[in-house]
């Protein structure tokens, strides 16, 4: 049970440490869109 909730955990902050970064090069990269129109 330890081991099963440690894996599930484990699995969790991977899958959010992908979206988290996935969601930063999309912000930056719009960002940098936006500046590039707008300069």
């Given at each position: 049970?330890?081991?099963?909730?440690?894996y599930s955990?484990?699995?969790?902050f991977t899958?959010?440490?992908a979206f988290v970064s996935t969601?930063?090069?999309?912000?930056?990269?719009?960002a940098t869109m936006w500046y590039s129109i707008f300069q």
């Open positions: 049970m330890i081991l099963l909730t440690a955990s484990s699995g969790y899958k959010s440490r969601l930063f090069a999309g912000a930056c990269t719009s």
